[in-house]
Antibody
Framework: QVQLQESGPGLVKPSQTLSLTCTVSGGSISSGSYYWSWIRQPAGKGLEWIGRIYTSGSTNYNPSLKSRVTISVDTSKNQFSLKLSSVTAADTAVYYC????????????????????WGQGTLVTVSS | QSALTQPASVSGSPGQSITISCTGTSSDVGSYNLVSWYQQHPGKAPKLMIYEGSKRPSGVSNRFSGSKSGNTASLTISGLQAEDEADYYCCSYAGSSTLFGGGTKLTVL
């Protein structure tokens, strides 16, 4: 059973960089056709996709956050990480990491692109 | 890119059926059969309920079903139960990006 666990500071000062790590257990982060994603949710609001990474290092980012986001992967530690720079109070949210199966077949097209395993979430507050 | 559009709230009585709509565009919902639905109870992580438009993960009740027509996807819950009361989010692949809906609060009366 795959499990994901977010870790990192719960409090970040405005203009600084938010850094979180997601540790994957119960399976190798390099096995299978999976993206590894970050999603966030401000209190009382909806989900927002931040971005995804494949173990090759290939990334996709939310266009609205792209200039401030970096997602990286460390396969030796079975971890992937999120960095969000120049944070403001608007970045205060619960941050989730998740696994995202995917596939592309020339005959059948795209499949997957859903989040089947999630971390429990970690609250990050941006405040001085 | 804009978020997918969902009704803010829906309600139903136990045993009834409800449907939650999720409207996107020809660049996301309309282009790919890659809509997923998530159930979220307060203080919990979202749970996958439907993927690839209409497929149910193992362990999800067959009371939950998904469909799509054009740029609109739908989640139907039949035989409503008290434990179905939660927030529901749709999600769609959008070509190297992913969009979520704003969420729908389901109240079981």
């Amino acid at each position: 059973q795959v499990q994901l666990q977010e870790s990192g500071p719960g409090l970040v000062k405005p203009s600084q960089t938010l850094s979180l790590t997601c540790t994957v257990s119960g399976g190798s982060i390099s096995s299978g056709s999976y993206y590894w994603s970050w999603i966030r949710q401000p209190a009382g609001k909806g989900l927002e996709w931040i971005g995804r990474i494949y173990t090759s290092g290939s990334t996709n980012y939310n266009p609205s956050l792209k200039s401030r986001v970096t997602i990286s992967v460390d396969t030796s530690k079975n971890q992937f990480s999120l960095k969000l720079s120049s944070v403001t109070a608007a970045d205060t949210a619960v941050y989730y990491c998740a696994r995202e199966p995917y596939n592309y077949d020339i005959l059948t097209g795209y499949s997957g692109y859903y989040f089947d395993y999630w971390g429990q979430g970690t609250l990050v507050t941006v405040s001085s | 890119q804009s978020a997918l559009t969902q009704p803010a709230s829906v309600s139903g009585s136990p045993g009834q059926s409800i449907t939650i709509s999720c409207t996107g565009t020809s660049s996301d919902v309309g282009s790919y059969n890659l809509v997923s639905w998530y159930q979220q109870h307060p203080g919990k992580a979202p749970k996958l309920m439907i993927y690839e438009g209409s497929k149910r993960p193992s362990g999800v009740s067959n009371r939950f079903s998904g469909s799509k027509s054009g740029n609109t996807a739908s989640l139907t819950i039949s035989g409503l139960q008290a434990e179905d009361e939660a927030d529901y989010y749709c999600c769609s692949y959008a070509g190297s990006s992913t969009l979520f809906g704003g969420g729908t609060k389901l109240t079981v009366l």
